[in-house]
C-alpha cells in the first residue's frame, strides 16, 4: 500500500514551565496533540510517532511565560495519499450507486459508481449488494473484502479519499494477489516451452 | 454485527428484492435528477430550479397537499441515489434549502427521507461532512411549539420519533466516517442553548447530550460532553441566590434546614429561605432554580443508565476531572456538587472510595493553590459526614490519614502562631471535627476504630490553638459530644473559653468564605433531593447524647449569643447525669413539641456570633 511514509525529523517542542517536572510527558501530550490531523510540514498525516530527548539542554524563550524549548527526535509515520496512488481498506458498505471503506481504521474512502469499471456489475445475492467482474467469476467485492483502490483525491480536513476503481490493478487484494502470482508462473511455463 | 444490520437498510431505491425487477420509473427518476444536476453547469438549470422549488417549499404548504409531501419524499430519496452528482458550488441553492430543513416540520416517511439523504450526502464526501453534522444537531432543538406542549402526547410521540432518527444517523455515520466524533463533539458545544435562555430548550438539549455519552460517540468525546454538561450546571447554580428556592411550608423541611443552621451552616449575611417568591414564569420560561433541577434529575437518570450497563466507573473518571475544573473551586456552588454524591451512592465501594481518595490526594498535595486544598478538604469532610452509604471503617481510615497528616504538621510547624500562616492545617482540624460531630457516636462504637482517634487531643491542644481559629459552631458541637462520649476529658472551662468569641476567629471568620464552607448540607431542590435522601445523613438523625436535657433557648443562644451560655454550662452536666437515671422516655411528645416551637420561634435571620451584642 502507499501513501504510508517514514519520517526522521528533529523538532522543537516548546513547554511551559509548569509542566518542567515531567518532560518528556510533556513532548508527548504536544505531539499527541498532533495525531489523526494533517500536517503541512510534515507532509501528511501524522499517525504514530516515537520520540527521543538527545540534549537535556533546553532553550528558555524570554517573554511574560518563559516557556522552554527542547530539541526532540523523532520518528514519524505519516499517511500521505497522494493523487493516483494506491491504498486499500476494508468494504463496510456497498450499495449500486456507491462502496464505502475504511482504510487503516480512520480514513474514510468512496467509490462512486461512475468510478467503478464496466468490468464490475452489481448483484444482490441472500439480501447483500456485492460487485460481481463479469470477465473473472471469482473476483467479487463484498463487505468485509479488502480492496485497493486508487486515490482521487484526499480531503485533509475530514481525512476522505475519494477513490477509483478504473484502473486494471485495482479490486479485490486477495483476489489481485492470486492472480498475479498465476500469471507469473503461466509466464514461467512459456517461457519453459519456448526454451524447450 | 450491529454495525451490517445498521448499513443493510433500504436507503437505496434499489431494493433487495427488486433488483432484476427494478421499478423501471424509479431508475428513470433517478437518471433524469443525475441529468439535472449535471446539466446546471452547461446552464440548463430549469428541472434543476424545480427540484430546489420542492425543497424549499414552506411547511405549510404541506399540511393539506398530500401531493406535494409525496413529491418532497421521491425529490428526497432520488437525490439519495445521486449525491456523487451533487457539487457544492453549482448547486448551492439546493444544498442551503436542504441545509435549512428541520426533520420536527415532516412527517415520519419524509423524516426517513431526508436523513436518508443527510447520511448519503455526508459520507461521500468530506465537504458536506461539517453541514450535514450541523444540519442533524439543530434538531435537538426543537421549535418554540413543541416547547410549550411537551406535555401533549402527540408531540411527545414526535419528540421520540425525531430524536431516535438523529441519533440513528450519528451512529450510521460514524461507522461509515471513523472521525465524526471529533469533528461531532466541538459542534455539541457550539450549538448549546445560550444561558440567558431559561426554557426547557436547555433540558431537551442536555438530555441528548447525555444520550450521545452513552453511545459509542462517548467514548471520544464523553469528557467533554460531561465538561459542557457540567459547566452548565454550575453556572445555573451560582446564579440561583438563596430567595430564588420555593420552599414549601411542610415543617418536617424547615426543621431540618434550621437543625442544620444551628450545626453551623450559617454564611456571612445570608438569609434563609423565608418563603416562596412569586416569579414570572409566562412565556414558557420557568425558574432557575426549577430549570437546574430538571437538569440535575437527567444527570441522575443518566448516571443510573451508566451504571446499569456497568461503565459507571470510566464515566466517574470523567465526571471527577470536571467536577475538579468548574465546580470544586467555585465557593458558591450549591448543588451540582450532588452530581459526584449521587454517583458514589451508586457504587459506593468504587466511586465513593475514589472520590474520597482523589479529594485527599488533592488536599495533601503541595502543587495545588492553598484555596485548592482547603476547598477539598471542606468537600472531603462534607461528604464523609453525610454519605450514608460510606462504612464507618473508611470514615475512620480517612479520618487517620487527615490526623496523621495534622500531627505531622504539628510537629513541625515553625514559631510562627499566626493563624493566616496556617490556614490548610486549620481547614484539615475543622474537617476532622466536622465529621466527628457527625460520626462520632458510630465510631467509638467500634472499639478498635475509637483506639484511631487517639492523636486528636495533641492536636487540638497545640499551640497553634485549633479550637480557638475553627468556626465557634463546629468546635462547641464537637466538644460536646466528645465530652459525652467520654472521647477525652474536656474541661468545662475549656468549653466556656471556646464558646466565647475570640479575636482570632471572628475577624478570621468575617472575611474567610472557606471556613463556613459546608457543599454537601442538604440539597434544596426538591426532584433532585428525592434521589438523594435515601442515602443521605441528616443532622435530625444524628443522636447526641446531651440532646435529652434540652433548655429552651439553649442552642439558639450558643450560636447568636455566646455569652449567655457559659452560666448553663455548669447545669448541664448535672442535668444529663439526673437525665440518665430517669425514666422517662428520652424523645418524649412534650420534648419534640417544645423543640419545634423552640425552633419556630427562632428569628429567620442568624448573624454569625461576631456580632458586638454577643461579647
Redesign the interface.
Request: net charge negative; charged share 25%.
Given at each position: 500500500m502507499e501513501g504510508l511514509k517514514l519520517s526522521e525529523a528533529e523538532l522543537m517542542v516548546y513547554i511551559h514551565p509548569s509542566k518542567s517536572r515531567n518532560v518528556f510527558q510533556a513532548i508527548c501530550r504536544e505531539l499527541s496533540s498532533l495525531l489523526?490531523q494533517y500536517n503541512e510540514s510534515f507532509d501528511g498525516v501524522l499517525l504514530a510517532y516515537d520520540a527521543s530527548v538527545k540534549s537535556k539542554q533546553a532553550k528558555i524563550l524570554s517573554g511574560l511565560h518563559p516557556y522552554f524549548g527542547v530539541r526532540v527526535n523523532t520518528r514519524l509515520l505519516l499517511f500521505d495519499p497522494k493523487p493516483n496512488s494506491l491504498v486499500e481498506g476494508e468494504i463496510?458498505?456497498i450499495?449500486?450507486?456507491?462502496i464505502?471503506l475504511?482504510v487503516l481504521?480512520?480514513?474514510?474512502a468512496?467509490v462512486?459508481?461512475?468510478d467503478i469499471r464496466e468490468e464490475f456489475k452489481?448483484?444482490?445475492r441472500d439480501?447483500?449488494?456485492s460487485f460481481v467482474s463479469r470477465s473473472h467469476k471469482r473476483h467479487v467485492l463484498k463487505?468485509g473484502t479488502m480492496l485497493r483502490l486508487q486515490v482521487q483525491s484526499f480531503?485533509e480536513?475530514?481525512?476522505?479519499i475519494?477513490g477509483s476503481l478504473i484502473p486494471e490493478n485495482t479490486g479485490c487484494v486477495k483476489w489481485l494477489e492470486k492472480h498475479s502470482e498465476e500469471a507469473l508462473h503461466t509466464d514461467r511455463d512459456h517461457k519453459r516451452r519456448k526454451l524447450a | 454485527m450491529g454495525a451490517v444490520e445498521v448499513l443493510n437498510d433500504s436507503s437505496s431505491l434499489y431494493a433487495s428484492d427488486l433488483v432484476e425487477n427494478v421499478d423501471l420509473s424509479d431508475m428513470n427518476l433517478v437518471q433524469t435528477l443525475r441529468k439535472a444536476l449535471t446539466s446546471v453547469q452547461t446552464g440548463d438549470s430549469d428541472l434543476y430550479n424545480e427540484i430546489v422549488e420542492v425543497m424549499s417549499r414552506d411547511v405549510k404548504d404541506f399540511r393539506a397537499d398530500f401531493d406535494a409531501v409525496a413529491q418532497l419524499e421521491t425529490v428526497l430519496k432520488a437525490l439519495s441515489c445521486s449525491v456523487s452528482c451533487i457539487d457544492i458550488v453549482h448547486h448551492y441553492k439546493l444544498l442551503s434549502a436542504l441545509f435549512g430543513m428541520k426533520l420536527w416540520d415532516h412527517n415520519p416517511n419524509v423524516m426517513d427521507a431526508l436523513v436518508n439523504l443527510v447520511i448519503s450526502l455526508a459520507v461521500t464526501s468530506g465537504k458536506y461532512l461539517d453541514s450535514c453534522l450541523n444540519m442533524l444537531i439543530k434538531n435537538f432543538l426543537p421549535p418554540p411549539w413543541v416547547i410549550k406542549n411537551l406535555s401533549n402526547p402527540r408531540i411527545l410521540n414526535k419528540k421520540t420519533e425525531v430524536f431516535a432518527r438523529v441519533h440513528a444517523a450519528f451512529l450510521k455515520i460514524s461507522i461509515l466516517v471513523p472521525l465524526t466524533p471529533s469533528r461531532l463533539v466541538p459542534m455539541l458545544s457550539q450549538n448549546m442553548p445560550k444561558i440567558h435562555r431559561k426554557d426547557l430548550l436547555m433540558v431537551i438539549y442536555v438530555e441528548n447530550l447525555l444520550k450521545l455519552e452513552n453511545s459509542s460517540i462517548g467514548r471520544v468525546g464523553g469528557s467533554v460532553i460531561l465538561n459542557v454538561v457540567m459547566e452548565r450546571l454550575r453556572d445555573l447554580d451560582v446564579e440561583i441566590g438563596w430567595d430564588d428556592i420555593p420552599q414549601d411550608d411542610s415543617r418536617g423541611m424547615f426543621d431540618m434546614e434550621l437543625e442544620d443552621a444551628v450545626e453551623g451552616t450559617i454564611d456571612e449575611g445570608d438569609e434563609f429561605p423565608v418563603g416562596p417568591l412569586s416569579q414570572d414564569t409566562s412565556g414558557g420560561s420557568i425558574v432557575v432554580s426549577e430549570l437546574l433541577d430538571k437538569l440535575m434529575v437527567i444527570a441522575f437518570e443518566h448516571l443510573e443508565s451508566c451504571q446499569n450497563d456497568g461503565r459507571l466507573d470510566e464515566v466517574f473518571e470523567l465526571l471527577f476531572q470536571s467536577f475538579e475544573n468548574f465546580v470544586l473551586d467555585t465557593y458558591k456552588s450549591k448543588f451540582s456538587q450532588f452530581l459526584m454524591f449521587y454517583a458514589c451512592s451508586l457504587d459506593p465501594e468504587n466511586c465513593g472510595v475514589k472520590f474520597a481518595s482523589k479529594l485527599m490526594d488533592i488536599f495533601l498535595s503541595s502543587r495545588k493553590s492553598p484555596a485548592t486544598r482547603r476547598s477539598a478538604v471542606a468537600y472531603l469532610a462534607s461528604f464523609l459526614a453525610r454519605g450514608k452509604f460510606l462504612p464507618v471503617s473508611f470514615v475512620a481510615s480517612m479520618l487517620k490519614r487527615l490526623m496523621d497528616e495534622c500531627v505531622g504538621y504539628c510537629r513541625t510547624c515553625n514559631g510562627d502562631i499566626r493563624p493566616e500562616a496556617h490556614l490548610i492545617f486549620f481547614s484539615g482540624c475543622q474537617a476532622i471535627m466536622y465529621v466527628l460531630c457527625f460520626r462520632m457516636r458510630s465510631i467509638l462504637d467500634v472499639p478498635r476504630l475509637r483506639s484511631e482517634l487517639t492523636p486528636l487531643e495533641s492536636i487540638l491542644t497545640h499551640k497553634l490553638d485549633p479550637l480557638s481559629v475553627c468556626i465557634p459552631s463546629v468546635v462547641a458541637e464537637f466538644l460536646r459530644q466528645a465530652k459525652a462520649d467520654g472521647l477525652f476529658i474536656v474541661s468545662d472551662s475549656f468549653i466556656f473559653n471556646n464558646q466565647l468569641e475570640s479575636e482570632l476567629s471572628g475577624s478570621f471568620g468575617g472575611c474567610d468564605k472557606l471556613k463556613t464552607f459546608f457543599p454537601f448540607d442538604p440539597c434544596l431542590l426538591k426532584s433532585s433531593n428525592s434521589f438523594i435522601s435515601p442515602n443521605f445523613i441528616y443532622w435530625s438523625m444524628v443522636r447526641a447524647p446531651y440532646d435529652e436535657d434540652e433548655e429552651d433557648d439553649f442552642d439558639a443562644e450558643v450560636i447568636v449569643n455566646g455569652d449567655e451560655d457559659s452560666e448553663e454550662g455548669e447545669d448541664e452536666d448535672v442535668d444529663y447525669a439526673m437525665n440518665k437515671m430517669s425514666i422517662t422516655p428520652k424523645h418524649s411528645f412534650k420534648n419534640q413539641m417544645m423543640e419545634r416551637d423552640r425552633l419556630l420561634r427562632m428569628p429567620s435571620r442568624i448573624r454569625p456570633s461576631t456580632s458586638p451584642e454577643s461579647l
Open positions: 489523526f463496510v458498505k450499495s449500486a450507486e456507491s464505502h475504511i481504521g480512520f480514513s474514510a468512496v462512486t459508481d461512475v452489481y448483484r444482490v439480501g447483500e449488494g463487505l480531503d480536513e475530514v481525512m476522505h475519494a | -
